[in-house]
């Protein structure tokens, strides 16, 4: 249950807010606890005078996208958690060369619209699980592109909780993401390449097919768990240490790529936790790395 405090702070928001409500639903691992609160804000009028509060009041929030880099723990979280799921956060249009996304729209929606109106450059994106907000931080990509490049502006809420626009000079992409100084992204502005759609669709399909090779099975709950250390391969470093396969509880090392984790029914966030700790003592006894976590515990 939520503090009493926190829930006469929100009181203003019982329209959509929701005190104990189950978080598993809304992660790729599909395990965990509950959020203390869950904010999900219909509009952006109710997102500004969420945000107003939590800012005015020192409230803190964690964001929750599509989950798919989030593990919670079994006892759930504390605080606020936001979800921008709402239509007015997951809308997408385009003209011309030019495709706007809300924060909350999935990357495989973004991709879906762009390759239906011969709009090109997202490719290198299929098959990962998120919203354009979590890719958009994360600088999402591989070695050939990334998201960073493609983008003209984007929408935020500042520190007021107002809405500003900032153009892509004012951004810094990095390989590790983006440097955005304001608390919340509403949404982007891209301006991608022109192409027929079904040249589009033959190198979606071959980006698609090279993506699956190496992951888990699409009917397995899973997630990637760690960073790749500089110059060497997290998942290239699992392997040789003999862990692929292994389990604890209901938790187990792909066995398709060895960074990621897959869970079976009944699994805990425990299990998830416990075979962390085993996969970064046995890479750091036999090859003196520490694995950086890729996944964020909440």
């Known amino acids: 249950m939520a503090s009493t405090n926190l829930l006469a702070e929100l009181k203003d928001f019982a329209d959509f807010m929701q005190s104990g409500a189950p978080l598993a639903p809304f992660t790729q691992l599909k395990i965990g606890g509950p959020a203390e609160v869950l904010l999900q804000p219909r509009s952006l009028a109710e997102l500004s005078a969420m945000m107003k509060r939590c800012l005015d009041r020192q409230l803190g929030f964690r964001i929750l996208g599509s989950g798919g880099n989030v593990l919670v723990h079994d006892e759930g979280v504390k605080g606020i958690i936001l979800r921008l799921g709402a239509p007015a956060f997951t809308q997408i249009t385009s003209e011309g060369s030019r ?15 762009a390759t239906h109106h011969g709009l090109t450059g997202l490719e290198s994106l299929v098959g990962l699980p998120g919203t354009i907000g979590g890719a958009l931080l994360l600088n999402a990509g591989d070695r050939n592109s990334d998201i960073g490049q493609f983008v003209r502006r984007v929408d935020v809420l500042d520190n007021q909780a107002a809405v500003q626009t900032r153009e892509h000079d004012e951004l810094r992409f990095t390989s590790t993401g983006t440097i955005l100084d304001d608390p919340l992204l509403l949404s982007a502005e891209f301006k ?4 027929r759609a079904e040249t589009i669709v033959k190198r979606l399909r071959k980006a698609w097919i090279q993506y699956k090779a190496t992951q888990p099975y699409s009917y397995q709950a899973s997630a990637r768990i760690f960073k790749n250390p500089p110059g060497l391969n997290a998942a290239v470093l699992i392997e040789q240490t003999g862990l692929i396969g292994t389990k604890v ?3 187990q090392v792909s066995e398709r790529h060895a960074n990621y984790i897959v869970v079976e029914g009944g699994a805990t966030a425990r299990d998830v936790l416990r075979l962390i700790d085993l996969i970064r003592t046995r890479v750091q006894n036999r090859f003196h790395v520490e694995l950086e976590l890729a996944i964020s515990v909440w």
Do not use: R, W
Request: glycine share 18%; charged share 10%; proline share 0%.
């Open 99 to 113: 495709l706007s996304a809300g924060g909350g729209a999935t990357l495989a929606a973004v991709i879906a619209h």
């Open 192 to 195: 991608l390449e022109t192409d």
């Open 249 to 251: 509880g209901a938790a």
